[in-house]
């Protein structure tokens, strides 16, 4: 469900590439610019240069197929000043490319025009970081009333439709498929082996139900491989507070408002409201299933430290190959198995076996 306030957002956006394509667009017809394409990216920060459009627009540099670039001002290409001083003072130049900024009277074909791009530059970073600050603030004054500040609810759970900005409920299609998962763990299954039994019970993954549900792409979804799931999947699940019915806001943190990598915050920062919806797990299981995960630990199958443990990769796709032996395999013989394989299957690496005097 969408809210109003949502679509004037949208709509706001929308008219905002659209006004900006018509700038660009007289702009190239009125200056004899031909043979030109629009490209934008829609959602993406301008301190990130990973945006597809703009890897679009390096892919076409790089070919050769570029002679100008055009954009509305500086902001517009990135926010982050050494990126964009980067590309603006040596990458162009480099390919015979005519770099303009409209609103800020930038054209590299004219010397002077360029004298005081690098305090442009400057200035829209310092407006992203500045945008960043009041964000950041504005999550921890809603996260601290114990509303939820995630934009998407974990899955085996949906947003309440009477109540879509604070509360949540169990999703049908997938609360099922939680359950599962903490069963098999108090059964004594890990991680590794939950993930293979989804695999074989052909369930779709968070990453491909969310996108075929609402269309919409999370980071790492692959939609060729729909119910492939991986251990780091499931041991989130099992770590997840949520489905206990509470709610922990801030549990993440970005590097910086330059670097997205998310990062968990101590225990101490994160703030736990309990109670605040259905729970999909009791706390008898819930107990279980911690308790089993604290002490399992991997048996240790040979007396001695092989001496090439932690330097042998796979050819195939780059991950440790682990030493196994059987018992009647004498100690001189290392036989190898690739990591990926062992845990994912060969749809993930088509090497399996590597034996070593």
Known sequence: MICNRDIKTRVRK???IQNQRLLLEKYAANHGFGNTR???????TGTNFNRPGWQEVM???ESNQVSTIIVKDM??????????GQYTELIFPSYGIR???INDGVDSLYETTNDFTPFRNIINEFYAKDCSKKGRTSARVKAETGARIASRPCYGYMKDPDDPKRHIVPDEETAWVVKHIF????QGSGPAQIAKQLKREQIVNPS?????????AMTGLDTSRPYRWTSATVASILENETYLGHTINLRYTTISYKNKQRIMRPESEQLRFE???EPLVDKQTWEIVQDIRKHKRRKAKFAEQNMLSGLVYCADCGSTMRLHRSHTMDAVNNNFMCSTYKKKGKDSCGITESNVT
């Open 14 to 16: 929308e008219l905002g």
């Open 38 to 44: 629009f490209i934008s990216d829609d959602g993406y």
């Open 59 to 61: 892919e076409l540099v």
């Open 75 to 84: 902001s517009r290409l990135g926010r982050e000043y050494l990126q964009v």
């Open 99 to 101: 770099f303009i900024a």
């Open 183 to 186: 069963a098999l763990c108090a």
């Open 208 to 216: 491909n139900h969310y996108y075929r549900k609402y269309g919409k």
């Open 275 to 277: 109670n605040t919806h």
